[in-house]
Each structure stands twice: as C-alpha cells, then as structure tokens.
C-alpha cells in the first residue's frame, strides 16, 4: 500500500496534527481533569477518607497514561517502521480501555463505590474516548502519509524508499 507522492512522506499534515493531540493536548486535558477533581471540595467531602487514596489512583493512572502516549509520540518522531504504527494504534486503545474500563473499576473497588454511579458521573466523557481511538485509528491505517513514513514489514527499506523517491 505504499505511494508515490513525494509531498506525503514524513510527520506533517494530519500526522503533526495527531501527534499533538496525543502528546500535548491529550496529556493536558488529563491532567487538568485531575487537578479539577483534587480542587472540587464536594468531591472530598463525600469521599471523606478515601479521598488520599482517590487522589494518589487518579495521578498514578494519569502517569501511565500520559508515558504510554508520550512513548507513542516518540516512536513517530523517531522509528520509522510499521511497528511504530502498531504501537501508537495499541496506546490509543490502551488510553481508551484505561479511561473507560480499569480505572473506574479500580476506583470502585478500592473505594467500595458504586460502579453504576462512576459512569453515571462519567455522562459524555463515555464516548469521546471510543470516538477518538476510531477517528485516529481509521486514520494510521488508510492515510497514504503514514503508509510512505511508516514502512510495512513485507517491503525492504530499498523499497519502499523507491517508492516514494521515483
């Protein structure tokens, strides 16, 4: 599936564009969802003791998160084969299955709360996760960008450099 259009190689266009996403704005959004859960005193209030335990599970999985993505990002700058395209297409669902699965699992059953009344609290947030790792999946596997950047197994490195240099 590899092109011949010299000007769709390397990271540009829609690739920067989800590069960003992922290691800047995803990360941030993250961790700015954290600091207004530590910064809402209601939220305290009615988890009383549990509230440290919350907070350090909220942190740690936003570490997890945002190393997993920014290992991500760095494969794309850096590794220019078809694995990278695997290994970022995996985090996006790992983030996903993460966001919407372990850690309201993990945060129920360490503070003995209803599952049913994390996701109810959860509203929106339930499908932009789904919605996100689609798009951008949809988009590592049909792009002709990342098709030329990012090499497949079966070509050579002559190859496919042939390619998109003829």
């Known amino acids: 599936m590899g092109y011949s259009d010299r000007e769709l190689y390397g990271v540009g266009g829609w690739l920067t564009f989800f590069l960003v996403t992922l290691g800047v704005i995803s990360p941030l959004v993250s961790i700015g969802s954290v600091l207004m859960m530590t910064s809402d005193s209601a939220t305290a209030g009615a988890l009383g003791d ?95 960008r990342v098709a030329n950047t990012y090499r497949y197994p079966e070509r050579g490195d002559e190859e496919a450099l042939a390619e998109v240099f003829d």
């Open 50 to 144: 549990a509230w440290d335990t919350a907070v350090r599970i909220e942190w740690t999985i936003v570490v997890i998160v945002c190393l997993a993505m920014w290992f991500a990002v760095y494969r794309f700058l850096m590794v220019r084969n078809w694995t990278t395209v695997v290994i970022g297409i995996s985090v996006i669902w790992l983030v996903a299955s993460v966001t919407l699965i372990v850690e309201p699992l993990i945060v129920a059953g360490v503070l003995g709360l209803p599952l049913v009344q994390l996701y109810g609290a959860m509203g929106a947030t339930l499908v932009r996760p789904l919605i996100y790792a689609g798009i951008w999946t949809a988009y590592l596997l049909k792009s002709e």
